[in-house]
């Protein structure tokens, strides 16, 4: 009887070693929400970077549930198109994918990346944490050294993330011959050392 009992500890244990190591086990991941302007520009970027498992278009921060691309437009509904980032932090820290952020965009331009313009353009991090919104606010301090004019950024706790319509997501990887493509993000992921 005490063998059985033995052997089944140690089946168990090895059992509960062996699932601890199992490589497809779920990972503890982060969540950021980043606004820089049109959000098929920023989700091409942060799809780019190490440690990064998700980065989903979609609008955060408005007044009216459920809002369409169309309604977003016309920047009645408060909402900014953002992206939401989801990463592993033991591949990346949220510093690092913050200071992204500040170089691929103005963050010093109100309400306007480019030709794009209205507050659904607006440049702004939603924290999940107190402790990601003190991650955010130290990296503005250093970034604002690198500009010469103020950073406008928002950096506001998250609110309800809405996906964006199946046709924004992975945007940029299926249409990159589309004229705002070739002409706006292929150089932007160029100049980041991306592409």
Not at 11 to 18: A, G, M, P, R
Not at 37 to 55: K, M, P, T
Not at 105 to 120: E, F, Y
Not at 151 to 169: G, K, L, N, R, W
């Amino acid at each position: 009887m005490r063998k059985r009992i033995a052997l089944a500890l140690g089946l168990h244990l090895i059992s509960s070693t062996l699932m601890a190591t199992d490589p497809t086990e779920s990972k503890e991941l982060e969540t950021i929400t980043l606004g820089a302007g049109c959000f098929w520009c920023v989700e091409a970027v942060y799809q780019r970077l190490d440690g990064v498992e998700s980065a989903v278009s979609g609008y955060m921060g408005g007044h009216v549930e459920n809002p369409t691309y169309k309604a977003v437009t016309t920047g009645r509904t408060g909402h900014a198109e953002v992206i939401q980032v989801k990463f592993d932090p033991k591949v990346t820290d949220l510093r690092t994918l913050i200071d992204f952020f500040w170089e691929a965009h103005d963050p010093t331009t109100l309400n306007r990346q480019g030709a794009d313009v209205g507050t659904q353009y607006r440049s702004a991090i939603f924290y999940e944490s107190e402790e990601q919104k003190q991650v955010a606010e130290a990296s503005l301090a250093a970034a604002a050294k690198k500009f010469s004019r103020p950073i406008v950024t928002e950096i506001t706790p998250a609110s309800t993330f809405y996906e964006a319509e199946d046709y924004h997501q992975e945007y940029y990887e299926l249409n990159k011959s589309y004229p705002y493509c070739r002409a706006v993000i292929t150089p932007k992921l160029k100049k980041l050392g991306l592409e």
